[in-house]
């Protein structure tokens, strides 16, 4: 199985912060890496799809970038609403998917 | 508007069975595959099993394998997730998604879950 890591589990960041949330897969994945967003008492909501493309509706203060083993998902700017908990997700193993542990996005 | 409505979920004894069942709409539902995907009580997420749009292909996690079974109807638009042999730590939201887009791999968008509590 691929295992995903991310980095780190928890993070304190202020309203403008740039952040940037690290991925990591056991193996390489090409660019078969995917973000989600969930908070509180909600279903996960896609962010990032294939490494990089940004999902319909999703703003563009949200980027991802990598390939390989190592990825990042870059929020240039937070946003009150931002406050929540990330997973990535790997799609290179079809039919054997696994996510990150998460990382939690707290208010500093 | 796409909508995934999850249902089957309640308190179960240890050893026993449930089945969820998951009512989609707003989509071509034999075009896409569909997944089961868990969060146990302030942890994380879990990929539980997925289904292709024909049910020729299927997957499991490997701590469910052998007690799950996922299928669909697709004349009835529905996803189903067979849970055998419960275990305390099968205890959890259970998230119905679909794949974002044929083949896709990621999934978009999910249901609102349905609570597992395995508990004797």
């Known amino acids: 199985d691929i295992q995903m890591t991310q980095s780190p589990s928890s993070l304190s960041a202020s309203v403008g912060d740039r952040v940037t949330i690290t991925c990591r897969a056991s193996?390489?994945?090409?660019?078969?890496l995917n973000w989600y967003q969930q908070k509180p008492g909600k279903a996960p909501k896609l962010l990032i799809y294939?490494?990089?493309s940004l999902q319909s509706g999703v703003p563009s203060r949200f980027s991802g970038s990598g390939s390989g083993t190592d990825f990042t998902l870059t929020i240039s700017s937070l946003q009150p609403e931002d406050f929540a908990t990330y997973y990535c997700?790997?799609?290179?193993?079809?039919?054997?998917?696994?996510f990150g542990q998460g990382t939690k996005l707290e208010i500093k | 508007e796409v909508q995934l409505v999850e249902s089957g979920g309640g308190l179960v004894q240890p050893g026993r069975s449930l089945r969820l069942s998951c009512a989609a709409s707003?989509?071509?539902?034999?075009?896409?595959?569909m997944h089961w995907v868990r969060q146990a009580p302030g942890k994380g997420l879990e990929w539980v099993s997925g289904?292709?749009?024909?049910?020729?292909?299927?997957g499991y996690a490997d701590s469910v394998k052998g007690r799950f079974t996922i299928s669909r109807d697709n004349a009835k638009n529905s996803l189903y997730l067979q849970m055998n042999s419960l275990r305390a730590e099968d205890t959890a939201l259970y998230y119905c998604?679909?794949?974002?887009?044929?083949?896709?791999?990621?999934?978009?968008?999910w249901g609102q879950g349905t609570l597992v509590t395995v508990s004797s």
């Open positions: 707003g989509f071509t539902f034999d075009d896409y595959a």
């Open positions: 289904i292709s749009w024909n049910s020729g292909s299927i």
């Open positions: 997700q790997q799609s290179y193993s079809t039919l054997g998917y696994t």
């Open positions: 193996q390489s994945i090409s660019s078969y």
């Open positions: 294939a490494a990089s």
């Open positions: 998604a679909k794949e974002a887009t044929i083949s896709a791999g990621w999934f978009d968008p």
